[in-house]
């Protein structure tokens, strides 16, 4: 039995073109995980989620070994889910998941979305995190001195701010208020200093790629925000790290198969904080080094999503 599985984008898939995405990394990244894919039987359809429908696209891109083809009424086994949540999505990503196998399923996508919600599962590893009015925002300032705010649904960093004062504050609907984690004293994990964070890649519970972010230009460390990239052996991750990657696990436990990311922040006593839960950390490789490291993440995800599938 071939598989098929469907990938679900946003923005990033328009429809337009002759090849699927926009960016041409992007294409490239997504044309050798169709290759892998074929050498486990499965056929790799991309496509907006718009397309979608009762277990169907009704238009999508295929890899055929040198371009990209355009198909129609794809009938779908899996659905790798890269696409936004919001209000907008929340019932059409129920849906999928009621008619089809889903990675990531709801559930774990809700808690990495929703930064209320991540601080409320996993309270002993997240910095206090509340609903930003002014009592929230003053009595974080009061114990830290500096505040980070950030919108309660988003992710890679986008709208945070750091403030030390509560003129600063502006109120805002979904807006949180966190404790501020410093990181600018490095850590010696990694033999480096300045502002960074760290991410681990979690397959199935299991770590499968890491890298370190550093930001010389702002406290707020993040690839997208224009911060640097490292990546480091998974066999590096401190101790410390592990244990928390562990609990999370724990908390997906009943999951039969998942796919997230955990971005952690070291304090001045070296405590890992988890300052994001990402449901789609980016298979995207854009040189030889993130090439090496993200193909045989792409190899375990096509084995998750084909024993979906076949399950």
């Given at each position: 039995?071939?598989?098929?599985?469907?990938?679900?984008?946003?923005?990033?898939?328009?429809h337009?073109?002759?090849?699927?995405?926009?960016?041409?990394?992007g294409?490239?990244?997504?044309a050798?995980f169709s290759?892998?894919?074929?050498?486990?039987?499965a056929e790799v359809?991309m496509?907006?989620?718009?397309?979608?429908s009762d277990?169907?696209?009704s238009?999508s891109?295929?890899w055929?070994?040198?371009?990209?083809?355009?198909?129609?009424?794809?009938e779908l086994?899996?659905?790798?889910d890269k696409?936004?949540?919001?209000?907008?999505?929340?019932e059409?990503?129920?849906?999928?998941?009621?008619?089809?196998p889903m990675?990531?399923?709801?559930g774990l996508?809700e808690?990495?979305?929703?930064?209320?919600?991540?601080?409320?599962?996993?309270?002993e590893?997240?910095p206090?995190?509340?609903l930003?009015?002014?009592?929230?925002v003053?009595k974080?300032?009061?114990?830290?001195g500096?505040?980070?705010l950030?919108?309660?649904?988003?992710?890679?960093g986008?709208?945070v701010?750091?403030?030390?004062?509560?003129?600063?504050?502006?109120?805002?609907?979904?807006?949180?208020?966190q404790?501020?984690?410093?990181?600018?004293?490095g850590?010696?994990?990694?033999?480096?200093?300045?502002?960074h964070?760290?991410?681990?890649?979690?397959?199935?519970?299991?770590?499968?790629?890491?890298?370190?972010?550093?930001?010389?230009?702002?406290?707020?460390?993040?690839?997208?925000?224009?911060?640097?990239?490292k990546?480091?052996?998974?066999?590096?991750i401190?101790?410390?790290?592990l244990?928390?990657?562990?609990?999370?696990?724990n908390?997906?436990?009943?999951?039969?198969?998942?796919?997230?990311?955990?971005?952690v922040m070291?304090?001045?006593?070296?405590?890992?904080?988890i300052?994001?839960?990402?449901?789609?950390?980016?298979?995207?490789?854009?040189?030889?080094?993130?090439?090496?490291?993200?193909?045989?993440?792409?190899?375990?995800?096509?084995?998750m999503?084909?024993?979906?599938?076949?399950?």
């Amino acid at each position: 039995m071939t598989v098929s599985i469907g990938v679900l984008w946003d923005y990033e898939i328009d429809h337009e073109g002759d090849e699927p995405m926009k960016k041409d990394d992007g294409n490239r990244s997504y044309a050798r995980f169709s290759e892998l894919a074929a050498d486990e039987n499965a056929e790799v359809y991309m496509a907006n989620y718009r397309k979608y429908s009762d277990g169907k696209l009704s238009e999508s891109y295929k890899w055929n070994g040198e371009n990209w083809e355009r198909k129609k009424d794809i009938e779908l086994d899996v659905v790798f889910d890269k696409f936004k949540f919001d209000e907008t999505t929340v019932e059409l990503k129920k849906n999928i998941q009621s008619e089809l196998p889903m990675l990531n399923a709801f559930g774990l996508e809700e808690v990495c979305k929703d930064k209320l919600l991540t601080y409320q599962s996993f309270p002993e590893f997240v910095p206090e995190t509340a609903l930003a009015d002014k009592e929230t925002v003053r009595k974080v300032l009061e114990k830290d001195g500096k505040a980070i705010l950030k919108p309660r649904f988003g992710s890679e960093g986008m709208e945070v701010r750091l403030i030390d004062s509560l003129e600063e504050f502006e109120p805002a609907d979904n807006l949180l208020v966190q404790r501020y984690v410093d990181p600018s004293g490095g850590t010696p994990h990694f033999d480096f200093e300045g502002a960074h964070d760290f991410r681990v890649m979690i397959a199935d519970g299991e770590p499968v790629a890491c890298y370190y972010r550093l930001n010389e230009a702002s406290d707020l460390a993040n690839v997208s925000m224009g911060g640097s990239r490292k990546f480091v052996d998974v066999d590096e991750i401190p101790e410390t790290v592990l244990d928390l990657i562990e609990t999370v696990s724990n908390g997906f436990s009943e999951l039969d198969h998942t796919m997230y990311s955990v971005d952690v922040m070291f304090d001045s006593e070296m405590n890992p904080w988890i300052i994001e839960l990402s449901s789609k950390p980016g298979l995207v490789f854009d040189d030889e080094d993130s090439e090496k490291r993200k193909v045989p993440v792409m190899e375990k995800v096509i084995r998750m999503l084909v024993d979906m599938a076949q399950s």
